[in-house]
């Protein structure tokens, strides 16, 4: 089950993030969590953007990150997670005018997880990063995968211990929607039914097993929140058709293992 609604309806959707946690809903969507001008004079500024490391997608993928998300940070980009989060919290607190980006979600995730508390994940004492942006052009795609995946690989090790490993929700604010595809497409594939024997490099393959599946595709407007249960459920982002690049800021949360309370990170 999904909840989908205007984010200014707060009695709706506060308190709805131990449900995503707990498994009893799959995905919440705010709209309008963002002024669609607000959102598009931000990828205004991203485009021009020469601060922040932009690290590609990965393999034959078309796309980017502005910003080092954590399961990027292997190979030569091992070393860099803290510093490009530092850059990055710098950077946001200029992009836009007035409240920045990462306040606004803040109060969004806190509200969302009432009555358990959110903070953002440090890393020996350092602020990780809030969030990452996404640019997908013409033909970019992320393809299947399901996040709980990720906390087995290396740079998880010494975080990993403070996670509740249930499941990794994700969220994303819409900056830019493309013309046409870039939609979220969230396949019946559970990560505990997907057979790991598939996997190669520490990454899941589930495209056998997701044949015969059925998916759903959730239609996001620029400015929407959507969080939802990315770990437990595999799901992917639809090729990019058209000129108008797909713009996201995005990442994940986790409740503590110890219980109390909800960590958030990209
Ligand atoms: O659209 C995005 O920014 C990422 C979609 C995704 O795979 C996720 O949020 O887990």
């Given at each position: 089950m999904w909840l989908r609604c205007p984010a200014r309806d707060l009695t709706t959707w506060a308190g709805s993030l131990p449900r995503l946690l707990s498994g009893s809903l799959r995905g919440v969507i705010l709209d309008g969590l963002l002024?669609?001008?607000?959102?598009?004079?931000?990828?205004?500024?991203?485009?021009?953007?020469?601060?922040?490391?932009?690290?590609?997608?990965?393999?034959?993928?078309?796309?980017?990150?502005?910003?080092?998300?954590?399961?990027?940070?292997?190979?030569?980009?091992?070393?860099?997670?803290?510093?490009?989060?530092?850059?990055?919290?710098?950077?946001?607190?200029?992009?836009?005018?007035?409240?920045?980006?990462?306040?606004?979600?803040?109060?969004?995730?806190?509200?969302?997880?009432?009555?358990?508390?959110?903070?953002?994940?440090?890393?020996?004492?350092?602020?990780?990063?809030?969030?990452?942006?996404?640019?997908?052009?013409?033909?970019?795609?992320?393809?299947?995968?399901?996040?709980?995946?990720?906390?087995?690989?290396?740079?998880?090790?010494?975080?990993?211990?403070?996670?509740?490993?249930?499941?990794?929700?994700s969220f994303f604010i819409c900056l830019q929607q493309p013309a046409s595809g870039?939609?979220?497409?969230?396949?019946?594939?559970?990560?505990?039914?997907?057979?790991?024997?598939?996997?190669?490099?520490g990454h899941s393959q589930p495209a056998a097993q997701l044949r015969g599946v059925s998916h759903t595709d959730r239609l996001l407007k620029t400015g929407s929140l959507v969080v939802f249960d990315g770990g437990r459920w595999f799901h992917e982002v639809t090729p990019v058709i058209g000129e108008q690049e797909r713009w996201t800021a995005g990442g994940f949360l986790a409740r503590r293992c110890s219980g109390d309370g909800v960590l958030y990170w990209s």
């Amino acid at each position: 089950m999904w909840l989908r609604c205007p984010a200014r309806d707060l009695t709706t959707w506060a308190g709805s993030l131990p449900r995503l946690l707990s498994g009893s809903l799959r995905g919440v969507i705010l709209d309008g969590l963002l002024p669609p001008e607000v959102a598009l004079r931000l990828v205004g500024r991203l485009q021009q953007d020469r601060t922040l490391p932009r690290i590609p997608v990965g393999g034959q993928l078309i796309g980017e990150s502005l910003g080092l998300s954590l399961d990027r940070a292997v190979g030569p980009h091992q070393d860099d997670y803290l510093s490009s989060a530092r850059t990055l919290h710098e950077r946001l607190s200029t992009l836009t005018t007035g409240r920045s980006l990462d306040t606004l979600l803040a109060a969004a995730l806190s509200m969302m997880a009432r009555p358990m508390p959110v903070s953002l994940a440090e890393a020996r004492g350092l602020p990780r990063a809030p969030l990452v942006f996404r640019r997908l052009p013409r033909g970019g795609c992320i393809p299947p995968h399901a996040e709980l995946e990720q906390l087995a690989r290396r740079p998880y090790d010494g975080f990993r211990e403070q996670l509740d490993d249930t499941t990794l929700l994700s969220f994303f604010i819409c900056l830019q929607q493309p013309a046409s595809g870039g939609v979220l497409r969230v396949h019946e594939l559970s990560w505990s039914d997907y057979d790991r024997s598939a996997d190669r490099g520490g990454h899941s393959q589930p495209a056998a097993q997701l044949r015969g599946v059925s998916h759903t595709d959730r239609l996001l407007k620029t400015g929407s929140l959507v969080v939802f249960d990315g770990g437990r459920w595999f799901h992917e982002v639809t090729p990019v058709i058209g000129e108008q690049e797909r713009w996201t800021a995005g990442g994940f949360l986790a409740r503590r293992c110890s219980g109390d309370g909800v960590l958030y990170w990209s």
